[in-house]
């Protein structure tokens, strides 16, 4: 069974940084496309952040570009988030997923999710 554990996250004040990761447990996680979605109270899940398999190419949504940067260490079967420069409204709980397709870096659908972590900025 795929699991996807996530750490870090945690509460900070806004221009802070936090990193957050997502290793995988299976070795396949090196043909996978990732993801980062996050989702606020009373919203809904929205993307973040995707890498493709190899990490050539990356997508973020126009509210964190600039501001997070997603990679993955294929040797670690792990995907990273760092975000910089949080705003109160990054204030979410934030899941990663992995996509069996792994060629965009903004999958179509993806098949497994982690536990989700939660991520608070203060102003």
């Known amino acids: 069974q795929v699991q996807l554990v996530q750490s870090g996250g945690g509460l900070v004040q806004a221009g802070d940084s936090l990193r957050l990761s997502c290793a995988a447990s299976e070795r396949t996680f090196n043909s996978w496309a990732m993801g980062w979605y996050r989702q606020a109270p009373g919203k809904e899940r929205e993307f973040a952040a995707g890498?493709?398999?190899?990490?050539?190419?990356?997508s973020y949504a126009d509210s964190v570009k600039g501001r997070f940067t997603i990679s993955r260490d294929n040797a670690k079967n792990t995907v990273y988030l760092q975000m910089n420069n949080l705003k109160p409204e990054d204030t979410a709980v934030y899941f990663c997923?992995?996509?069996?397709?792994?060629?965009?870096?903004?999958?179509?659908?993806?098949?497994?999710w982690g536990q989700g972590t939660q991520v608070t900025v203060s102003s």
């Open positions: 997923a992995a996509s069996r397709i792994g060629s965009r870096s903004r999958a179509l659908d993806y098949n497994y």
């Open positions: 890498i493709n398999w190899s990490g050539s190419s990356t």
